[in-house]
């Protein structure tokens, strides 16, 4: 199938780090997507990383991909209460298209002071 | 410097009814998506357009929903008689390419069927 795997729910406190998991099913995929939702908002792209990489940092994130068990993670170094939302894991259809996704059923990150 | 803008926020109709969603992209941007989220779903790709032109509605269901982006003004998701399974939230993102470039998401529509 074409699923996208996420856990629901992660709860942590604030300052600690986050670690948001995801499987895909694509091995073709060339790139791979996390978005934030924030309540009755649209989704934010947050960063994006190319098949051929294995790590990305950007300031507080860091993907993490293992191609060979087509598993992605992003961890949030820091978490702070305004991280609270729904992250999404996203993999392109076409190479490197953001239009045509398919998209995990998102993760509710919980951020306690 | 406006994003993606959706309208309306929130539509409520009947059984049966019609509902219209609109979405006005980017300025500039040529490329248009329509996604729609179920609740506690994550997004469902729909449909692609260019200006003028469907480039892929393999995520369209077959009967009752139609899509247009014509040359001027906004893109138009439309759903014929619809029914409750119908609600959701309908999402629009704009791009002005395809390839390596951001795809940036409106706020959504949500509708309701009652």
């Known amino acids: 199938g074409e699923d996208v795997e996420q856990s629901l729910f992660l709860s942590v406190r604030e300052g600690d780090s986050s670690v948001i998991n995801c499987t895909y099913t694509d091995s073709s995929s060339t790139y791979l997507y996390w978005y934030k939702q924030e309540p009755g908002a649209g989704l934010q792209l947050l960063t994006y990383?190319?098949?051929?990489?294995d790590m990305k940092q950007d300031q507080r994130l860091t993907v993490l991909l293992n191609k060979k068990d087509k598993h992605l993670s992003l961890r949030i170094a820091d978490t702070q209460t305004g991280d609270s939302a729904i992250y999404f894991c996203?993999?392109?259809?076409?190479?490197?298209?953001?239009?045509?996704?398919?998209f995990g059923k998102g993760t509710k990150l919980s951020v306690k002071p | 410097n406006a994003g993606v803008m959706q309208n309306p926020r929130h539509l409520v109709r009947r059984r049966g009814q019609e509902a219209r969603l609109r979405c006005s992209p980017v300025k500039g941007h040529s490329h248009v998506y329509w996604y729609r989220q179920l609740p506690e779903e994550g997004l469902k790709f729909m449909v692609y357009?260019?200006?003028?032109?469907?480039?892929?509605e393999s995520g369209m269901p077959k009967e009752r929903f139609s899509a247009e982006f014509p040359k001027e003004g906004p893109s138009i998701l439309r759903i014929q008689q619809v029914v409750r399974g119908d609600s959701a939230a309908y999402f629009c993102?704009?791009?002005?390419?395809?390839?390596?470039?951001?795809?940036?998401f409106g706020q959504g529509t949500r509708l309701t069927v009652v």
């Open positions: 993102a704009s791009s002005p390419q395809t390839q390596n470039t951001e795809a940036f």
């Open positions: 996203a993999e392109s259809r076409y190479g490197g298209s953001q239009g045509n996704l398919i």
């Open positions: 990383i190319f098949s051929n990489m």
């Open positions: 357009l260019q200006k003028e032109n469907i480039i892929d």
